[in-house]
């Protein structure tokens, strides 16, 4: 089956940007969880999850923790945010095209798990 998030980049599914490099797309989550739910993704599908970060890739993906900076500044989350990865099965993950969501814009549930 293919990558929903390969389609997303191809813009063969929409979405909806807030930011777009050369190598890194930003859009809003179809289902958002809080006032701010942003998902951070390479473009290229460099790796599944956050288990599959190597040498070989860990260049881009601290280019997204830049991105995600400049987006929590632009979307005026000034007072904080949350970063997430789920990966794999026991992180809940359902889409195998690494992300990061950006979850911000009201106060968040301490407990994460
Ligand atoms: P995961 O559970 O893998 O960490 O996150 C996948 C996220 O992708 C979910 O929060 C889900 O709402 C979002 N999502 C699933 N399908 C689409 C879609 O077609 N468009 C957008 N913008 N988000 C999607
Ligand atoms: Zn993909």
């Known amino acids: 089956m293919e990558c929903l998030f ?3 980049v191809k813009g063969n599914i929409p979405s ?14 179809i289902n958002p969880m809080a006032p701010v739910h942003i998902l951070v993704i390479p473009k290229e599908h460099i790796a599944d999850s ?6 070989e890739n860990s260049a881009a993906i601290a280019h997204i923790f830049e ?11 000034d007072n904080g945010f949350r970063v997430i990865a789920n990966s794999g099965e026991d992180g809940a993950q359902t889409i ?3 992300h990061f969501h ?11 798990a």
Do not use: N, R, S, W
């Not at 979850?103 to 549930?109: C, D, S």
């Open 6 to 8: 390969c389609e997303i």
């Open 50 to 55: 956050a288990a599959d970060i190597t040498p």
């Open 102 to 112: 950006i979850l911000g814009g009201k106060k968040l549930p301490e407990k994460m």
């Open 67 to 77: 991105i995600i900076a400049k987006i929590a500044k632009e979307q005026g989350l």
């Open 96 to 98: 195998q095209h690494i």
């Open 16 to 29: 909806t940007k807030v930011y777009e490099d050369e190598t890194v797309l930003a859009f809003k989550d």
